[in-house]
């Protein structure tokens, strides 16, 4: 089993805030180095400042679950690779969304490590296209008509249980300040059962608000 062990773990979607109309205006941090860090057991931190980007060991595999920006492909191979894996050991590149901040590095990280792409079958053509069909955020004005599948998602994510949350965006879950913690000597900085629940909470805000503003 891929995450195999006693913590429980996901990762996920990040909510995108504010709408990102043009590359220049995306937050410099995204495309930021940060040294990469071990969270917990076989599980590093391999993303920059701003976007993370996970690496995980498990049962002689190696997942990277995201690419991050088109830019950062080199930047995301040297952190794995300083934690001594060659890019070409890693299997599977696992995509959390197929956003521009996530999946926009995928192709060059495959194309270096021969990996292969596993996604939702849902973000098939979003890969395929390079671009996001019917986001708000990407200057669609208004949500395609699956709300119902959208609420059903929040329900089933936040009624699971994570002793450690991966998320795509590591402001969302404190997760470089956590690192920090840890190695200030708080041996449990990533464990943090509220969290998942509290992000969850936050997502479904953000698209209630979203959605009544299309609805308008
Ligand atoms: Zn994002």
Known sequence: MLFAGAISLTFLVGIRLASL??????????TEPTRPFRIV????????????????????????????????????????????????DVDILLLSHAHID???????????????????????????????????AYSFPTFPPVTVDYRRSFGTVGAM????????HPGLGGVLQRAARRDAGDPRAFVDRALLKRIVDDARAAFEKELSKAKR
């Open 102 to 136: 996530h999946a926009g590095a995928l192709a060059e990280l495959k194309r270096r490590s021969g990996a292969a792409v596993y996604a939702s079958e849902g973000d098939r053509w979003a890969l395929e296209n390079g671009k996001h069909d019917g986001d708000s």
């Open 161 to 168: 249980e994570a002793d450690v949350v991966l998320p795509s």
């Open 21 to 30: 109309a043009a590359a220049e205006e995306f937050p410099a941090e995204w």
């Open 41 to 88: 057991g076989d599980i590093y931190y391999v993303g920059t400042k701003g976007l993370a980007a996970y690496l995980i060991r498990s049962g002689g595999e190696a997942v990277l679950i995201d690419g991050t920006m088109p830019e950062n492909a080199a930047l995301v191979e040297a952190n794995v690779e300083a934690l001594g894996i060659p890019l070409g």
